[in-house]
């Protein structure tokens, strides 16, 4: 268990509400950000605080010496949106622990990760005042968002943050108790369409029939998306995806997270996808697109005739090695524009996106990852895992910093990232403060 | 002009927000009927309100004499919603005119029309202390909710009701200064369909391929409804539409009221819809499929990468003679449970319906309120239509009390009904105060 002093530190840090997509909490982004600040210089880094045109970054540093290698542990303090709220069992904001787990917007998601690191990074410097390698820790407040700004931070400040490696806590364990080494990230692209037919919304009766609806197009359009077999149905969508090897699909069967285990995580009535591959195949290793949001015309209570206006769908796209983001929205924009009838006018405005990741999990510094996860778990062999969500910095890091970079989760499948009731279970608070020690250890053998 | 007095009262009558569907709005609905029920006594008619399991009716009768026709004229008090609020220039239910035109919810749909019937009865009664023919005045609060009690209303009080003929004034005019008699109307079948998948929004990044997106399914089924020439795509739906007569189609190329009018009226961009009928042969003689409303996930600003776990959307299909509203509720039922995917569970509530109506213009009653329309406008051939929407009652008119029902609207085809910034011009209460008298004139003559 940790301390009641680091419970308490972690609670405040859950407080924040420090949701980066709504202008709305900015003040409490920015309090979030000197919060973390203070506590690394309190703990023996050299903190500061970053502007950027959007949210502030926080960078800390550790002792430097020559001769040992220099890692960088990312993290991100901002969180995802708290709708629908009705859900929550309490308020998002005002975190709970009840039967050792903790429930918060953000309690996995980054928050409880990234500030197991600082405790382990806190524990180091009190027992040996000096840590294994040259640490910096950077903490930024848009990976919600797509982190707009941050590869042109680590541009700007490329010499200070040159580093051999990077570490990320923010990726799932397979399982309770079962280390996970993460090697794969999906890249993603985001896409709002809007479909404007009539200027105003009409009755139903008096004009339905003469007038298209533009729910209708749009609906059809998202219909189009796939092919009877679930594949993403769009021109060259396809034509960048490296295939699945061999030694992972015989790999994943035999992992203890099933179909039966993410159907009761979703309380979906059953899987489906695309055809040809299993759900973790699915959801680790091929692209998507997924509608996050759809609306128009009336949706209040009973019935409202009338032809909508207009309709609106935001997409996001969950891209695989070597799908381009860029490519992909110009697919996806000729997509729409192509089969769009000339009675809607489309607004496309794309969101942000990301590069999907991948790298060699039995080479190099990955090699001293695993035994660093092999010590946290004894006699277990760690998880060789994809994993479907997207941290498109993991590209920046490689192309701008020229590090590759290890991603050691520490959340449960279960703890409810970016929905309601978020959960951390609070002894992987002890777990993490234990990998960063082990890690340090490893990267600092592994030189 | 319509007297100072005259027009203080309709701006009276259009300050209640008497929106039916919202039962927030139950305290205006009461108050706006009590006040019909005094003005209709005040003007020398015996008024009652009668409470049903919804909303009340008010009904008033004039002086009963043997040997003349006793003609109902029914109007409706209740009013569409009226969101989206962002949309009205003034407060919808406070009343402006400006420029010879009143703007406020309800103003066409039906207050304005009902309010200048009165406004006859009362200058007739007046002048001559009687009425041509034995008067009905019925005046419900629940259509635009499908008039779910009116039905029983009727057979319950089918003997004090008996009448030759009714008269409504709830359609349009098909030009400003054409005199138009619409001789059909469509029905009306409302469906609200909402898919559920997982049992809460996920990380469409973690879960987005192994669960299907129920918004996605919802868009296909969406999509499925209309073949690729925009007919509507479900077994046995046209079994029963009668087809439009040659007179029709060769009529209604002549009307003042043709494609480039519906451009301006709507804004859209271009008409569209069901291949190898004009866009006028669609709206009033062809069913369709509408989408009032769809929603699901998320629609509030930016983005949030989530698997929504549920979307909704509400239907309504326009039928056209002689479709029967409940075949079409079965068709249209069995449709989705067909198609849905084991991926999500389907909830399909039926809402309100109406039978679409039809009848000989050139027959009966049907030549008497020719000739009413002729002496309004002097030199002009009365316009014979049908409409796309729906007033249900008509086909209870029919079946219960076994009259039938002359529609001699006096909205203009751009008066916003149902939409933001409804209009009804001051002079069409003139134009309804002499349609009136005409009409109780030469429905007495044509006994």
Known sequence: MPTDAALNQFFD???????????????????????????????????????????????ARGPRRDGRPT???????????????????????????????????????NKGQIFSHILGVEQTLKETGDLPVNLIMLIEGEEEIGSPHLAAFLAAHREELACEVVAISDTGMIAPGHPTFTYGLRGLAAVE?????????????????????????????????????????????YDDVKPLASWEREAWQHLPLQELDLLKMTGAPA????????ALERTWARPTAEVNGIGGGYQGEGTKTVLPSKAMAKFTFRLVPDQDPKKIIEIVQDYFH???????????????????????????????????????????????IREGGSI????DFKSILN?????????????????PNETFPVAHLDLGQNLNRYLLEELAEGK
């Not at 899987?271 to 299993?278: A, I, W």
């Open 271 to 278: 899987l489906r996808g695309e055809k040809g591959f299993t």
């Open 193 to 237: 369409v809007t479909a404007t037919g009539p200027d105003h919304d009409l009755h139903s009766g008096i004009f339905g029939g003469a007038v298209e609806n533009p729910a209708t197009v749009l609906a059809r359009l998202i219909a189009g998306l796939h092919d009877k077999n679930l594949k993403v149905d769009l021109d060259g969508f």
């Open 13 to 59: 840090l859950l407080r924040f509400g420090s949701i980066s997509t709504d202008s709305k909490y900015k003040d409490q982004i920015v309090a979030c950000a000197d919060w973390l600040k203070d506590k690394l210089n309190a703990i023996g880094l050299e903190a500061t605080r970053y502007e950027t045109p959007g949210h502030p970054i926080v960078v």
């Open 392 to 395: 498109p910095i993991v590209a």
């Open 71 to 109: 890692v960088l542990i990312y993290g991100h303090y901002d969180v995802q949106p708290v709708d629908p709220l009705t859900l929550w069992q309490r308020p998002p904001f005002n975190p709970g622990l009840e039967n050792g787990i903790v429930t918060a917007r953000g309690a996995s998601d």
């Open 338 to 384: 192509r089969n769009a009838p000339p009675s809607v006018r489309l607004q496309i405005v794309p969101g942000h996106s990301g590069e999907p990741y991948l790298v060699d999990p039995n080479a190099g510094f990955g090699l001293a990852a695993q035994k660093a996860l092999g010590r946290l778990f004894p006699g277990k062999k760690p998880a060789l």
């Open 403 to 419: 590090a590759d970079t290890l991603l050691l989760g520490l959340a449960l499948p279960d703890c409810n990232a970016h929905s």
